[in-house]
């Protein structure tokens, strides 16, 4: 039987919200990875600049990017064990988290023009 889609049941904007977080985790500048226990602390979480968001090096509409200032977004990310907010604009991800499938691969990701 092949895995469940989303078995969390995360919402469409915490799914968005969990995968920019995990691209942000893959650049060694925007985070830093414990090899011990698998987490990946976000050293900062980008701002809306215009109608986007720059998420290290892709551009994200402002709306899909729109859960990183939303706490209700964090409320249930740490509730199920994916992500828990370490203070103002900071963020670690769990293993877990880091791992999830979110569904959206690069649909809303566009390299960045400037």
């Not at 986007?52 to 977004?73: E, I, K, L, Q, T």
């Not at 791992?99 to 990701?109: I, P, S």
């Amino acid at each position: 039987m092949p895995p469940k889609k989303n078995p969390l049941k995360l919402n469409k904007l915490q799914l968005r919200t969990l995968a920019l977080c995990q691209v942000i985790a893959r650049e060694p500048d925007l985070a830093r990875i414990d090899e011990a226990t698998g987490e990946a602390t976000l050293l900062h979480l980008p701002h809306p600049h215009g109608d986007h968001v720059h998420v290290g090096p892709f551009v994200v509409s402002a709306r899909d990017a729109s859960g990183f200032a939303n706490p209700a977004v964090w409320t249930a990310l740490t509730r199920k064990g994916l992500a828990r907010q370490d203070g103002p604009g900071s963020v670690t991800l769990s293993a877990e988290g880091l791992a999830y499938n979110c569904g959206f691969g690069d649909r809303f990701l566009a390299p960045s023009d400037h």
